[in-house]
């Protein structure tokens, strides 16, 4: 079945150590994106890239790195600059297309313990 | 910059009722699409309904509809016949065109109990 993956669902993590977050797709979409959720915020870019080996900055992408090396992988490390990393991630694709919408994974919850 | 603003952080509806939730929204451009996503407790966000903003008509899919005004920047969601699985968070968004395809600007979200 085609979709998105993340893993894991749940990651805990250590202050000062990074962590990096999968997303995988075999939708051959060309997009793909990173959000983060915060209660009574919605949803907050992070990172999207539009292409292989090229990524843009969100709204919030400080303390958090990304590659896309390949077109199905898109992973997010969020690295100890990040000072309040505790929250939601949710990874989406799409294609470039028009009359289309984004495609969610699960999600993976991160907590700094 | 695009803006998208739910002002009602929780509403609740009685099983078999119709409700209807907020959004406006803020943006210098003319040509966009609007979307609702529901993320129900399992947290996987599903697309409810999507409105092209060239479009007069307003989008229904089943017993979900909008009201689209585009002057007036509001795009409402309205469920009829609400039923114990349409409990769930719902997320109003924006996408702009052409540059941005998939990249959404979300409010924040409201929060919807359906009772039986």
């Known amino acids: 079945d085609g979709g998105i993956t993340q893993s894991p669902k749940y990651l805990f993590r250590k202050e000062g150590q990074n962590v990096t977050l999968s997303c995988e797709q075999n939708?051959?979409?060309?997009?793909m994106y990173w959000y983060r959720q915060d209660p009574g915020q919605g949803l907050r870019l992070i990172y999207y890239?539009?292409?292989?080996?090229?990524?843009q900055k969100g709204d919030i992408a400080e303390g958090y790195s990304v590659s896309r090396e390949k077109k199905e992988s898109f992973p997010l490390t969020v690295t100890s600059a990040q000072k309040n990393p505790t929250a939601f991630y949710l990874c989406a694709s799409s294609p470039r297309t028009e009359n289309t919408e984004a495609f969610f994974g699960q999600g993976t919850r991160l907590t700094v313990v | 910059a695009q803006t998208v603003t739910q002002s009602q952080p929780e509403m609740s509806v009685q099983e078999a009722e119709t409700v209807t939730l907020s959004c406006t929204y803020d943006?210098?451009?003319?040509?966009?699409?609007l979307f609702w996503y529901k993320q129900p407790p399992s947290r996987q966000m599903i697309l409810v309904i999507r409105?092209?903003?060239?479009?007069?008509q307003n989008a229904t899919e089943n017993r979900f509809s909008v009201n689209f005004q585009k002057a007036a920047k509001s795009f409402s969601l309205k469920i009829s016949d609400s039923q114990l699985g349409d409990t769930a968070m719902y997320f109003c968004a924006f996408m702009k065109l052409r540059t941005s395809y998939g990249k959404l600007t979300f409010g924040q979200g409201t929060i919807l109990t359906v009772h039986p």
């Open positions: 939708l051959n979409h060309d997009a």
């Open positions: 943006t210098s451009e003319n040509n966009y699409y």
């Open positions: 890239s539009q292409i292989v080996n090229d990524f």
């Open positions: 409105q092209e903003a060239y479009k007069q």
